[in-house]
């Protein structure tokens, strides 16, 4: 498939998500996925939302990102953050950094920092748009385009979701999209700071990502498998 025809596609997927679902928002983690999607939502002028949460553990270069992004783009970007007193009350029982003692802390962290403001971000609205691909790690090998979120009972769309690494590189490199200096620093994947780290040679993108845990545990809590319900994918140019 050419690049025209991938990235039109996902625009026209884009539209339809709009049309079919509003308000539907598009859920950044500021990784470079999710500024591809951004892109393409602010140079098609997209009516979609664009909202990232704020775990208040993340890096200096991911704080620097959303404000370029208003520069750049001139979107606001909603931001959500943990709940303050659940907060306070994991940090005072188990230590700021209890989430490399067990899986079940670390979810925990996770679940407060992150799961419960999506599921606030996720409130009252349609549908929403996530930037996983497929090739980022074992645990989203099974990724649908569109699925049906049982959990937060709406539909959930990942656009680049048979984008392989070098297709995203090189739209951000033709379109000068900014991204995280982080990623030329080899760190394919950037979560919170503590739960990071570049990655060698070979290793997974998704290695850097709690690192000491086993790979079938690395994920957040945010795209829980198995979503349940599949829904109709239509891309652009498919039949019904």
């Given at each position: 498939m050419t690049a025209d025809r991938r990235v039109?596609?996902?625009?026209?997927?884009?539209?339809?998500?709009?049309?079919?679902?509003?308000?539907?928002?598009l859920a950044s983690g500021l990784g470079v996925e999710s500024m591809v999607l951004t892109d393409l939502i602010a140079r098609h002028a997209l009516p979609l939302r664009i909202f990232t949460l704020d775990t208040g553990r993340l890096p200096g270069e991911t704080y620097a990102l959303i404000d370029r992004i208003r520069e750049h783009y001139a979107l606001s970007i909603d931001v959500y953050y943990p709940d303050a007193a659940a907060l306070e009350a994991y940090v005072r029982h188990n230590g700021v950094n209890a989430f490399y003692r067990t899986l079940e802390l670390r979810q925990r962290c996770c679940e407060i920092r992150k799961t419960e403001p999506l599921?606030?971000?996720?409130?009252?609205?349609?549908?929403?748009?996530?930037?996983?691909?497929?090739a980022?790690?074992?645990?989203?090998?099974?990724?649908?385009?569109e699925e049906f979120d049982a959990v937060h009972g709406l539909?959930?769309?990942?656009?680049?979701?048979?984008?392989?690494?070098?297709?995203?590189?090189?739209?951000?490199?033709t379109q000068q999209v900014p991204y995280s200096p982080l990623h030329d620093r080899g760190y394919p994947s950037i979560g919170c700071a503590p739960c990071t780290?570049?990655?060698?040679p070979g290793e997974d993108i998704r290695a850097g990502r709690w690192w000491w845990e086993n790979p079938e545990h690395k994920e957040c809590g945010l795209h829980r498998r198995p979503i349940a319900i599949p829904a109709r994918v239509e891309r652009a140019g498919a039949t019904a």
């Open positions: 039109g596609d996902v625009v026209a997927l884009l539209h339809r998500i709009h049309v079919n679902h509003a308000p539907a928002v599921a606030r971000a996720l409130a009252g609205k349609g549908a929403w748009i996530t930037g996983l691909r497929r980022q790690s074992p645990t989203r090998a099974h990724v649908a385009v539909a959930k769309f990942s656009p680049l979701v048979d984008w392989s690494d070098a297709d995203v590189w090189e739209y951000v490199r780290r570049a990655i060698e």
